[in-house]
Structures are given as structure tokens and as C-alpha cells.
């Protein structure tokens, strides 16, 4: 029986943690709002006196822009077919809705909120398309934004 002993080999095994940071960092990817990029920023907004924050809690958010000539931008690209994308948009906050609310139906009212940022230039009767697209696919709660007279530059 030898006397010679053999070392034990101590260096870590690191690919369970590198691993489990890949996921982390994916998960995180994921999950990030993007509700701040869904704002056009280049919109002049109009100011009101009484314009105060909307509640909005535990409420899914669609933010849509409309530039002074009744364009609907939705993350920077404009949307020709605003009916098309209103039903879209309808349709995925159907299928959110009814995890919390499994009896809700195609036709009832849909929970989300519709924010709608409109360049204070935009005449209403190109607004109100939008509008009446919304209400026609079960929209029901609207945000209109508006500055406050202290916010204007």
C-alpha cells in the first residue's frame, strides 16, 4: 500500500450558476415594461388645468398615439389599418382578461384601458376614429393625456 496520496481537486463546477444566470437575465428580458417605448414622444400634448394622473391599477394598458394628422403610431410605426389593429389588440386583451375572468366572451366589455396620447393639433374628427374603433371592438375605459399647466414647456 503506497504511501502516496492523490489531491482532491477543488475547483468548482460553475456551469449550474452560469446557468442559472442566463435564465435570470432572460426572465428579466422578458418581463421588462415596454409600455415607456410604446410612447411617441415627438406628440405636443395639450395642456389642461385639471389634468391630474389616471388610476390604472391592475389594469392592462394599450397606449396608442395619433399625430396631428389622425396617424395612429403605435411603438414608432404607423398603423395604416387602425380597425384591423384595434381587433388585435381586442382579441389579446380577451385572452389576458380571462385568466382572471374565464366567463368573459367575445362581445363583453373588455377590462383594459385604452390611453390614447393625441397631438393637441389633431382636428377630433380624425381622433374620434379611433375612438369608435375602440368602442366598436368592447373598449370601454379610456385615458385621454393631457399636460398640466405646470408640466408645459
Known amino acids: ?7 482532491a481537486n477543488a475547483e468548482p463546477n460553475l456551469t449550474p450558476i452560469l446557468d442559472m444566470v442566463f435564465q435570470l437575465i432572460t426572465f ?11 410612447m411617441d414622444m415627438s406628440l405636443r400634448l395639450p395642456a389642461v388645468g385639471s389634468a391630474r394622473p ?3 391599477r391592475g389594469i392592462d394598458l394599450v397606449v396608442l398615439n395619433v399625430d396631428r394628422r389622425g396617424t395612429l403610431r403605435v411603438f414608432g410605426n404607423e398603423i395604416r389599418d387602425i380597425g384591423g389593429y384595434i381587433a388585435q389588440e381586442a382579441q389579446a ?20 384601458m385604452i390611453v390614447i396620447r393625441a397631438d393637441k393639433r389633431t382636428p377630433f374628427r380624425l381622433l374620434n376614429r379611433v375612438l369608435v374603433a375602440c368602442q366598436e371592438n368592447g373598449f370601454r375605459n379610456f385615458s385621454l393625456k393631457a399636460l398640466s399647466r405646470r408640466e408645459e414647456p
Open 1 to 7: 500500500m503506497g504511501g502516496h496520496r492523490r489531491e
Open 28 to 38: 428579466f428580458m422578458l418581463v421588462i415594461n415596454f409600455k415607456t417605448a410604446s
Open 54 to 56: 389616471a388610476e390604472i
Open 93 to 112: 386583451s380577451l385572452l389576458a382578461a380571462r385568466r382572471y375572468n374565464p366567463a368573459l366572451n367575445p362581445g363583453d366589455d373588455l377590462p383594459s
